[in-house]
C-alpha cells in the first residue's frame, strides 16, 4: 500500500498542493471585483431605469391631455349655451342673492366654463382680491366708526368711509374686474386697455387707503398713529386694517404686472382695441339709429339747399 505524504493517515487534509484549485494557473483566471461578471450583472436594473422614464413620460402626456379633455368640455358647454340663444339663455347668477329678495342678480359669471383653463387662476386670484377689498372697506367703515366715537372731531373722515364702501363696492366690480374677467374670457384687447388703466387707479388708491391720510376716511398707518394717543384699543383696531390695506396693495401690484405678461403674450395689441371699440359701437343699435338719422337730416338738407 502505497504511503501516504502525512506520514501514513490516509484521512488527513490535503494540502496546497493536491488541491488542484489552489494551482497558479487557475487563481490568476478567477474573476475579480474590478471584472464585470454574470454574478454582479443585473438586466432588471436597467429595465426598472426605463420603465420609470415611460411611467413618468406617460404621467406627463396624460396629464396634457385631461387639461386638454377639460378644455374640449368648456368650449362644448359654450357651443351648446350658443345654440341655445347665447347669453339670452343664460340665466344671470352674480350677485348670489336669494329668490324671495325683489334685485335679481345683474351679471353672469362661471370661471371654469367661460375662462381658459390657463388663466383660471389668476381670475380667481382678481376675485378674491375684489373681495378682500370689499371686506376692508367693511373694516375700514368700522374702525372709522370707532375713532368717531373716540375723537369727535374724526366725523369728516367717518362719513367718508361710508361713501368709500357705497362706491367703491360696486364701482370696483364693474370698473375693473369685470373688464378683465371679459378680457380674458374673450381675448378682448379693448377690456384688457380699460382693465389697465382703471385698475391702475385702483392701485394708487389702495395705497392711499395704506397710508391713511387723516380726515380722508382710510384707518391707515398715519391715521392709527394718531389715534394711538387717545385710545389704545381702537388704534389696534385701525392698525389691523392698515395692515390689511397694504396686503392689498402689494397683491394689486404683482397681479397688475402679473397679468400685464399674460397680455403681452396674447398677441393683443392697442390697433385691435381700436378695431374692438370701433366694431362695438357700430354695431349698437342706438348708435346705428343715430347715425342714420343723421345721414338722413344732412341729405334733407343738402336736396333743400338753392
Not at 220 to 243: D, E, F, H, P, R
Not at 255 to 280: D, N, P, V, W
Not at 282 to 291: H, I, Q
Amino acid at each position: 500500500m502505497a504511503q501516504s505524504r502525512d506520514g501514513g493517515n490516509p484521512f488527513a487534509e490535503p494540502s496546497e498542493l493536491d488541491n488542484p484549485f489552489q494551482d497558479p494557473a487557475v487563481i490568476q483566471h478567477r474573476p475579480s471585483r474590478q471584472y464585470a461578471t454574470l454574478d454582479v450583472y443585473n438586466p432588471f436594473e436597467t429595465r426598472e431605469a426605463s420603465a420609470a422614464a415611460a411611467t413618468a413620460e406617460l404621467l406627463k402626456k396624460q396629464e396634457e391631455l385631461n387639461r386638454k379633455a377639460e378644455e374640449l368640455d368648456r368650449r362644448e358647454r359654450e357651443l351648446q349655451h350658443a345654440a341655445l340663444g347665447g347669453t339670452a339663455t343664460r340665466q344671470n347668477n352674480w350677485p348670489p342673492l336669494p329668490s324671495f329678495c325683489p334685485v335679481q342678480p345683474c351679471f353672469f359669471q362661471d370661471i371654469s366654463m367661460e375662462i381658459p383653463q390657463e388663466f383660471q387662476k389668476t381670475v380667481s386670484t382678481m376675485y378674491y382680491l375684489w373681495m378682500c377689498s370689499t371686506l376692508a372697506l367693511l373694516l375700514n367703515f368700522l374702525a372709522c366708526l370707532a375713532s368717531f366715537c373716540v375723537e369727535t372731531n374724526n366725523g369728516a373722515g367717518f362719513g367718508l368711509s361710508i361713501l368709500w364702501v357705497l362706491l367703491f363696492t360696486p364701482c370696483s366690480f364693474v370698473c375693473w374686474y369685470r373688464p378683465m374677467y371679459k378680457a380674458f374670457r374673450s381675448d378682448s384687447s379693448f377690456n384688457f386697455f380699460v382693465f389697465f388703466f382703471i385698475f391702475f387707479v385702483q392701485d394708487v388708491l389702495f395705497v392711499l387707503q395704506a397710508i391713511g391720510i387723516p380726515g380722508w376716511g382710510f384707518s391707515g398707518w398715519i391715521s392709527a398713529l394718531v389715534v394711538l394717543k387717545a385710545n389704545t384699543a381702537v388704534a389696534v383696531l385701525m392698525l389691523l386694517v392698515a395692515l390689511l390695506f397694504t396686503g392689498i396693495a402689494v397683491l394689486g401690484i404683482v397681479m397688475l404686472k402679473r397679468i400685464h405678461s399674460l397680455y403681452r403674450r396674447t398677441g393683443a395689441s392697442f390697433q385691435k382695441a381700436q378695431q374692438e371699440f370701433a366694431a362695438g359701437v357700430f354695431s349698437n343699435p342706438a348708435v346705428r339709429t343715430a347715425a342714420a338719422n343723421a345721414a338722413a337730416g344732412a341729405a334733407e338738407n343738402a336736396f333743400r339747399a338753392p
